[in-house]
């Protein structure tokens, strides 16, 4: 059934007026062969009567008007089998433009879908209209395109004519009268001729394009690859750290149970050794009684001969147990053990606190740039901290020394002494930025913001206390500095400084930032309060500026 409808679908196509678009009615067929609905084609030729000349709306063929169109039997006949299958409107619908098509330019009222669009003319045209350009001979010369929705955008609006040249000298298209006329002089060459040029340069960025591709290809498996790298040994990391710390704890619970039984045994000896005294004692006590219930007895005998007689054999005592053998010590029998394990636990701690420092850089280190700045952070200058001889530019993130004192509001924040100033953000978490600086003397620092403010004394200078840690940059030599202690920087330092700060690690970097990141200085501390960036300067004409960081 399925087939036979399609094969009645594409025949009701083929009985399609094409001025109506709908199936033939009283179908009549002219001297050239195309039929048409009878009113149809009346109308049609009624339109040119005025002229006694008829043209097929399909080929263009012209008659006279003494040829008559004729019905056509078998047409009528198919048409009303089609008729029955309920299809005859589906054909017509199919074939109309919609919003999104290339509508025929020759349909009158409802457009249908242009088939091909001509360059030559130029129009678009459904495939009733197109066969002219297949039956006459001069049309076949035209160029024919997939429909063109924007056909008009060929054609010069100027001369109203196909754009077939192009002008190198506009870099624009233009028609042949546009390079005789308005382009005259310029170097002009067919579009063709260009597209040929620019489709070898076309190829040529292809080859280039798909050259990138393959190398990005190969980055992207070489990171896959490290990102398995990473994986595996990161599996394999935690694995042994877990069979080491578990290791550690049975290694924990053995002497844990090592101390316990030397506990328990050394109370065992200890009891029985207080009890074998308890017993001797208990003993000696029991004779004592016995003894004392004797002599009570002989000093109540009145007879004075047997009280002689029997005095010599009870009065003689037993010899004492030496009481210095036993061993009374203070209530404080194993606290010593406690003291011991205490100490232990402490020595633990502290040994598991620097280890874990180093575990601790060595899982978070970052080791390139690239990797830094996606901790990069966005550091401006707070006006009310700076020395009236320090100028500020560039949306406040430039810093120069002068000689000059500025005119600066009083503000109890500000720096009286020291050549310095601090950042508006403060800095918690993972914090990377990068100084650019030049001249002499200047310092990249790091402060807690309750730094001495006013005076001239160490409280205030950044590297000189407890509060602040700096680096110390000049073209001779350069040095770290923390609480008035300083550590030499050996080789030159570059324009461009990195630092690096992971707070709640208490780790604090500083980077030469060159073509590779090379470690200048690292602290490892614990930071009690959120920190500010902070820049200071020794000398005339120095300058500091924090990087815009992409």
């Known amino acids: 059934m399925e087939q036979k409808a399609d094969k009645l679908d594409k025949e009701s196509f083929t009985l399609l007026c094409s001025i109506c678009l709908d199936l033939l009615k009283d179908p009549v067929t002219i001297p050239c062969g195309h039929s048409y609905c009878m009113n149809c084609i009346k109308t049609h030729f009624g339109e040119e009567d005025q002229r006694k000349i008829y043209r097929c709306p399909q080929c263009g063929q012209i008659f006279t008007p003494k040829h008559v169109s004729k019905k056509n039997t ?175 704890i049975c290694l924990l619970q053995k002497r844990s149970s090592d101390a316990k039984q030397q506990i328990r045994s050394q109370q065992e000896t200890e009891v029985s050794r207080v009890k074998e005294f308890q017993e001797k004692l208990q003993q000696e006590i029991t004779e004592l009684k016995r003894k004392d219930a004797e002599l009570k007895q002989l000093s109540h005998t009145e007879d004075h001969c047997q009280f002689l007689q029997n005095y010599p054999s009870l009065s003689q005592l037993s010899e004492p147990t030496d009481s210095s053998s036993i061993n009374i010590r203070p209530r404080r029998y194993f606290e010593d053990v406690t003291a011991a394990v205490s100490e232990l636990r402490d020595k633990l701690q502290d040994i598991l606190k620097e280890e874990w420092t180093k575990i601790s850089l060595a899982v978070t280190e970052v080791k390139t740039r690239a990797g830094f700045l996606k901790y990069s952070r966005e550091i401006t200058v707070d006006p009310n901290t700076a020395h009236t001889l320090l100028v500020l530019s560039n949306s406040d993130r430039k810093v120069k020394r002068t ?148």
């Open 74 to 248: 078998t047409l009528a006949a198919l048409v009303e089998q089609v008729k029955k299958t309920g299809l005859q409107a589906a054909p017509a619908d199919h074939w109309y433009a919609g919003p999104e098509d290339v509508a025929c330019d020759v349909c009158t009222g409802r457009k249908r879908k242009a088939f091909m669009s001509c360059l030559t003319c130029p129009a678009s045209y459904c495939k009733n209209h197109l066969q002219h350009h297949y039956d006459t001979p001069p049309l076949k010369k035209h160029k024919l395109v997939e429909p063109f929705k924007k056909l008009q955008k060929k054609i010069c609006s100027h001369h109203d004519g196909v754009m077939k040249m192009f002008c190198r000298t506009d870099q624009q298209i233009i028609c042949y009268l546009c390079s005789v006329k308005d382009h005259k002089g310029h170097d002009t060459v067919p579009a063709k001729a260009e597209r040929t040029e620019r489709q070898r340069e076309l190829e040529v960025s292809r080859l280039n394009i798909q050259q990138r591709i393959q190398d990005r290809e190969k980055d992207v498996k070489l990171l896959q690859q490290e990102v398995e790298a990473v994986s595996r040994s990161a599996d394999k990391a935690v694995e042994d750290s877990e069979k080491i710390f578990t290791e550690l």
């Open 403 to 550: 000689r000059k004192h500025l005119s600066y509001t009083p503000h109890p924040d500000r720096f009286t002494h020291w050549r310095q100033v601090l950042s508006k953000e403060s800095l918690t978490g993972r914090c990377y930025w990068e100084v650019e600086w030049s001249g002499e003397g200047v310092d990249i620092a790091v402060t807690y913001y309750d730094i001495g403010r006013a005076g001239g004394t160490s409280d205030c200078l950044f590297g000189r206390n407890v509060k602040s840690w700096m680096l110390y940059c000049d073209t001779t030599s350069s040095s770290f500095w923390f609480n008035n202690v300083f550590t030499r920087v050996s080789g030159a330092l570059p324009s461009r400084i990195g630092v690096y700060l992971d707070h709640s690690a208490g780790i604090l970097c500083f980077y030469s930032v060159t073509e590779t990141m090379t470690l200048l200085h690292r602290v490892q501390t614990t930071f009690t309060q959120p920190l500010y960036a902070g820049l200071g300067f020794d000398h005339f004409g120095a300058t500091a500026e924090y990087c815009k960081l992409k």
